[in-house]
């Protein structure tokens, strides 16, 4: 603790004054469009806008598949962490394609990770012709196209905080007798506990913002497969009000969501 | 060099233009046209504007086309929060409208041309679909537009006309997204544009049905005001409502709009 502390205030008073311009202009390359749709944002209507029942139905829908995203990501995605921050003994081809695997979704355009969705799972995917019931246009396929997409910020935040755990804990437990699977449970988790929190918010957020996967592969029906985003961008076709306000929900949500995770961005360090 | 490079293009454009008088416009050895024309089109205009654009590059080659095909709804969202477009081509009046009233458009609008829907199902008919009356059944999977932009609203339209209350399993962005779910056979049927259908060739089968003449989909075209390079832009409209303009019109399955 001491010494992290020590090391960033150190990174403190070695910040040149010349790189608060690029950094103010960073600042207000993120900031200004948002503050833009809050100035913009129709206050008066609001509460109206808000009140009408498919506002009510996408952001439930939203909130619930986004929730249940980051589970099934928690329960999939730690092991695979761990996978990937184990790998380093592994011959360099296999490591750096699992690497590419896991980080692939990330950059990928979301359309696109849709389209690859139904080419797996649509009526005629190479999965899914032989499924017995039909994942498009259900809130599952929804679920799917976010876990794809959000699941990546959760293993690659878990991945960090891992490498920069004290593996020596872990030993000496072993050496105590304990198992394989209690040192997880006991010294592994607990140790890396901050980066699985801002992770699984991250993959939260991103979940709750995703658009393109989701309308390429589930579709968009009200209630059962129109998450916000899709509600909000049909909205913007003809009424744009309801849109900004509807973007001031996400927003909300996602901010509130993001600044509860405080100063654990970087796991390792505030640990 | 720079200052010489007009010469040798004047020069070069009447050399063609004497060897090959260019069909259509005959105006080509004193063009004078250059520059960008950028052209918010509907997503069902995608690929005949592409060639109408190739054809009109043609005859003025000094002129860039670009495009940005999207719903016409987000289209007119765009225009009307300042996207720098040169001119609008949208599916619907109801869009246009948008636009005109925000005082954006130069001149009135000009009806260019019509589309009707039609059945799209993948190639084989899978879903046995027959007419309208098909998208009531709960087994197949459906897509339609939403009723938010243009294709949605005919589909609605025409659903009403016949008065039938369909049951979608999904209610898409635009038309090339409920086409490409059916191109994909994720979706028994679609209803799409006629234009789209031929446009698809063969990845799609198109079925005709009664009632379709009661949503006919007017396509309005106008030049912006905003538009800093009018010369183009004026000469590109009015190349989509020249003969030449109406003949690929045609090819692609868009109707006549009456006079």
């Known amino acids: ?271 | 060099m720079r200052r010489a490079a007009p010469a040798f293009v004047a020069v070069a454009v009447l050399l063609s233009g004497c060897a090959a008088p260019a069909p259509g416009v005959a105006t080509t050895t004193t063009d004078t046209l250059a520059g960008t024309v950028t052209v918010s089109a509907a997503a069902s205009l995608t690929d005949t504007f592409g060639t109408i654009a190739d054809a009109f590059t043609t005859e003025h080659p000094d002129v860039t086309v670009t495009f940005n095909f999207g719903g016409s709804s987000a289209l007119a969202a765009q225009i009307v929060e300042g996207a720098p477009v040169d001119v609008f081509a949208a599916a619907s009046a109801a869009t246009m409208t948008t636009v005109v009233e925000a005082g954006l458009t130069e001149g009135e609008p000009t009806a260019f041309a019509t589309n009707t829907l039609e059945i799209a199902v993948p190639p084989g008919n899978p879903g046995g679909v027959a007419g309208l009356a098909d998208f009531t059944r709960p087994e197949l999977s459906i897509a339609l537009c939403a009723a938010e932009v243009p294709c949605g609203a005919a589909a609605m339209a025409a659903f009403a006309a016949a008065g039938i209350a369909p049951e979608p399993d999904t209610l898409e962005q635009d038309v090339k997204a409920v086409l490409t779910k059916v191109e994909l056979g994720e979706v028994d049927a679609g209803l799409v544009y006629a234009t789209d259908v031929r446009a698809a060739g063969d990845r799609v089968d198109g079925i005709e049905f009664a009632g379709a003449a009661a949503a006919v989909s007017v396509y309005p075209i106008a030049r912006l005001a905003a538009s800093t390079r009018n010369a183009a832009a004026t000469a590109f409209v009015a190349y989509v409502l020249s003969p030449a303009g109406r003949k690929i019109l045609d090819d692609a399955g868009f109707g006549a709009p009456q006079q």
Not at chain 1, 12 to 26: T, Y
Not at chain 1, 63 to 92: E, K, M, N
């Open chain 1, 1 to 271: 603790m001491m010494q992290a502390s020590a090391r960033r205030s150190s990174r403190r008073s070695f910040l040149s004054p010349a790189l608060w311009i690029p950094a103010g202009l960073a600042l207000a390359l993120l900031g200004l469009p948002l503050m833009a749709l809050v100035v913009r944002a129709p206050w008066a209507q609001l509460p109206e806008l808000l009140r009408q029942p498919t506002v009510a139905s996408a952001l439930g829908l939203s909130l619930g598949t986004a929730l249940l995203s980051t589970a099934i990501s928690l329960v999939l995605g730690i092991p695979l962490a761990l996978v990937l921050a184990r790998s380093d003994q592994w011959p360099a081809v296999p490591r750096r394609l699992l690497r590419a695997l896991v980080t692939v979704p990330l950059v990928l355009p979301p359309v696109v990770g849709g389209v690859a969705l139904l080419l797996l799972l649509g009526r005629n995917g190479l999965i899914g012709q032989f499924l017995p019931f039909q994942l498009p246009f259900t809130t599952a396929a929804v679920v799917i196209a976010q876990v794809f997409v959000a699941m990546p910020f959760l293993v690659l935040a878990v991945d960090g905080a891992l490498r920069a755990s004290d593996r020596r804990f872990e030993v000496a437990a072993a050496t105590l007798g304990a198992s394989r699977f209690t040192v997880f449970r006991r010294i592994t988790l607990p140790l890396v506990a901050p980066g699985v929190a801002a992770g699984a918010l991250l993959c939260f957020c991103r979940a709750l913002g995703e658009f393109g996967a989701t309308i390429t592969f589930a579709g968009s029906f009200p209630g059962v497969t129109q998450t916000l985003p899709i509600a909000t961008y049909l909205q913007l076709q003809t009424d744009p009000d309801a849109a900004i306000a509807l973007s001031l929900v996400l927003m909300v949500i996602s901010a509130t969501a993001l600044v509860s995770l405080r100063d654990r961005w970087v796991p390792g360090v505030t640990a």
